[in-house]
């Protein structure tokens, strides 16, 4: 059931920020303005991310893929292999029919940009869905270290995008909230599957790995959620520092806006993948 109510909640909250970051003026506004500042940066936030973007690529992802697959397989896990590829696949497939086919982009307000929609982005939905794969693929015993490394990968190849201006800040928070559905509706599928000693329910813990394969996972998670907690604390009090109305073109307002975005979108995907480590665990605990 919690899985079930976070997969609803990734939904709803794409319908909404849809609803306000593209069909408001001020979302729209709102994007510009960090989507300006993104691509003058030249901290160290860009040399961080770069690298990241760079390796979202076809071959990088599909050898994270098959690398999941084996794991699963290896793991005499077939019916994982099945959820994460349904994951990958719906999520990479909602992404496209959502940007291309459902959501217009119309100028709302003066000084946006004019160009095609691009809500949400399909590279962060790559990586995110890579990530969360993984995550679900490897063993107990590694899946914390494998959590913490695939996040911050997407947190840089989402705040990558930003910076070489492929997408806004709202593309990139849209495509963590469509994996996200994704992945908690596999799980809500999969924990039923367990209930009712269905095919998909995984195997028990051994009694002596059990225990340690659990803590590691309940460690993970705890850091996670708690670094999702203060970026979202960090990225309300920036938010809230940026006067109104907005001023495109002042630089302030720029790096301001897009501290909160960073710590938005590290806020969401933490709290992704430390839910994915919350209920992996209370899972195998069964």
Same mark, same amino acid.
């Given at each position: 059931? $919690?899985? #079930? ?30 989507? $300006?500042?993104?691509?003058? /940066? ?63 982009? /119309? ?12 809500? *949400? ?17 490897? *063993? /107990? ?10 996040? %911050? ?7 990558? +995008? ?24 596999? #799980? ?16 028990? *813990? ?5 225990? *340690? ?10 850091? #996670? ?18 006067? +109104?109305?907005?001023? #495109? ?18 806020? %969401? ?18």
């Amino acid at each position: 059931m $919690s899985a #079930l109510l976070a997969a609803v909640v990734c939904g709803l909250g794409t319908w909404q920020l849809v609803r306000f970051a593209v069909g408001t003026a001020r979302g729209q506004r709102l994007d510009q303005l960090i989507l $300006s500042a993104a691509q003058a /940066d030249g901290s160290f936030v860009a040399q961080l991310v770069f690298p990241a973007i760079s390796t979202v690529t076809v071959p990088v992802i599909i050898a994270i893929l098959l690398a999941a697959g084996v794991l699963c397989i290896a793991r005499r896990r077939v019916g994982l292999l099945a959820q994460i590829a349904a994951m990958v696949i719906g999520a990479n497939l909602t992404t496209q029919v959502v940007k291309h086919l459902l959501v217009p982009r /119309d100028v709302l307000a003066e000084g946006i940009e004019v160009t095609p929609n691009s809500f *949400p982005s399909g590279h962060t939905t790559l990586a995110m869905a890579a990530a969360v794969a993984i995550v679900l693929a490897v *063993p /107990d015993r590694l899946r914390s270290l494998a959590a913490v490394l695939a996040a %911050g990968w997407a947190v840089g190849a989402g705040v990558g +995008t930003m910076a070489e201006g492929w997408h806004r800040p709202s593309d990139v928070a849209g495509a963590v909230l469509v994996v996200g559905a994704w992945t908690f509706l596999m #799980l809500a599928l999969d924990a039923a599957a367990a209930a009712a000693g269905g095919p998909a329910a995984p195997a028990r *813990p051994r009694a002596r790995e059990g225990a *340690p394969a659990r803590r590691s996972g309940a460690a993970g998670a705890v850091l #996670l959620i708690a670094v999702a907690i203060v970026a979202v604390a960090g990225a309300l009090l920036a938010g809230a520092a940026i006067p +109104t109305p907005l001023q #495109l073109e002042d630089i302030a307002h720029q790096r301001t806006a897009y501290a909160a975005s960073i710590l938005a979108i590290l806020a %969401g995907t933490s709290a992704l993948v430390g839910t994915v480590l919350v209920l992996r665990v209370d899972h195998t605990s069964r």
